[in-house]
């Protein structure tokens, strides 16, 4: 049984104190109505941050600013001790912090009565005029010199000083300021450490705090939770876009995600406990799938080969002639992958899915053969790409232009079960399963609209609804099916077999190249915390250059599934040779040792 926290009064201040940390705030003439502060701090008194009692929850039609603050009310309840702020808004009928102090953690909810449609929420600071006089937008201070991001971005810094940004979500590409969706979604997590950030890697001497986001998937309706500090000041911000509509009636009320606050010892200790916290509400599978045997085979992907051959752009080289290439380079070298991804692109058009017949004039057919020899074969998947669908199926812009699919729509989601259907059944293709890509191309944009009959889903939650359906669809057909993602949160352990770390990156915040091996680590650290038990798909690409593929292909065999990308050049001045291949394939017999 855990213990309440204890709530005591100390003339114009009142503290209320867990297992591992105490919250503070005065009281009178100087308490929070006129400083929206309240301290939090470790177990011995030394602070952690200016936690500010400011929130947000601005929608279309009006910016909700607080025009006061409530002395903070106190109840007691079986496992916290709940601290109530209250706010006059212009924006809701009634706005309040909820503080619910638990014996180890601080859980901080928004709540709102009235209507509108959601377009930011920030929490941990906000928007308003105090007393005082002072205006405009209010942060946390953080009495913290680093800030561990547990997602792959360019520049690489997994480390990096506290006042850095940071993007958590299902938007991004390679443009700058965007190179953040490797992961998409990664955890919604991250932690605050006392030690000054010295590499992109090394987290420093505990203790940690953490901080992560808890609700049900179905209710993650933003693209993106921000880090957003300024001068020595922070809040959370999530980012709905104006695609989420609240309407609490008479009674109801709307309670935005739940931000935990809770000090750990290391940030691979806060990636657990964000990951239990989900479980234990019941937001997260506990179990992960059960491999089947043929899925820890290792994999040969052919994009970085199609990429390396050049003379042509990658997609074009997607054709059957070619992989039958790479087949026969394989078998001379002696190297048989249980597994065949055939990539980007073998479709005519990648909304459709329907087989480019001028580049597999006979997939199908290729297919039969790979699993006459014992093989499985993946269809690279990309997610949301419109091209070939009808505009009523789509998110659109605002002349009508079709941006991505809409997994909100029916029409959309009934013609997906059937593409699958198409792809995976013995009377369309009999491929096994799909490497699903792109999924950081989440439609973002106040001015998009979801196409006809759609229920208007957003965000992270419609990123889910999206994967998940293949998945079901998948595993209605082929049970054994394999659906490989790069869904590194919790929530989507039941929609995702395998976890694929995706594309290396390339430098640290200086300039300097960043060990592609020591990337494959950090990141694996990522997925063995939140969704431990997964399979992991290793990757591999892009490789920098013919060394460091080589000690990436040593790194991944004690990681996960070994993936093989490259097969007749890493660059256009190293070439591969048998000698090479020889090393993957004695990495391969390791690995293989190892399923034994």
Partial sequence: MTSLPSLTSDKDRRTVRGTSYSLSWRTGASGLVRSPYLELADADGSRWMRLCAMSSAHTHDARDESMSLSEPEVRTEADAVVVTIRSASPAWRERALELRCTHDSVEITLEARGTGVLTDVTILGGDGILPTGASGTFRSGFDAQSLYVPSPTEPVAFVRPVWSAASLGVVGDADPGRLNGIFSPPPLALAFGRDPATDAFSPGEGPWLATWLRAPVEELGFTTMRFDPVDGGGLLRLTYEGHTPIDTGADGV???????????????????????????????????????????????CGWGAQVARGGAPAPDLCRQEIYDEFLETLAAASLDPGTIVIDDRWQAQYGTAEPDTDAWPDLRGWIDRRHAEGRRVLLWF???????????????????????????????????????????????????????????????????????????????????????????????IKPDALVITHTVHPSFGAVTDMVRTNDVLEHDVTGAPVSVAAQLRARHEIVANVLPGHPVDTDQWPMPNREEWLDYARTQVRLGVPALYYLERVREDEPIDREHLAAIGRTWDEYRETLA
């Fill in 254 to 300: 709307w309670r935005s995600p739940t931000i935990v606050i809770r000090p750990v010892a290391t940030p691979g200790d806060a990636l657990r406990e964000y990951r239990d916290d989900l479980v234990q509400a019941g937001f997260a599978r506990a179990a992960a799938p059960r491999p089947t045997p043929w899925w820890l085979e290792p994999i040969f």
């Fill in 382 to 476: 990309k997610a949301w790409d419109p091209a070939g669908l009808p505009a009523e199926e789509c998110v659109t812009d605002a002349a009508g232009r079709p941006i991505a699919a809409d997994p909100g729509s029916p029409a959309y989601l009934a013609r997906l079960d059937a593409i699958v259907e198409r792809l995976l059944s013995v009377e369309g293709l009999d491929a096994d399963g799909f490497k699903v890509d792109f999924t950081q191309r989440a439609p973002s944009g106040s001015m998009l609209r979801s196409g006809a009959g759609s229920d208007g889903v957003w965000g992270v939650a419609a990123l889910h609804r999206l994967v998940g359906r293949i998945h079901a669809a998948a595993k209605r």
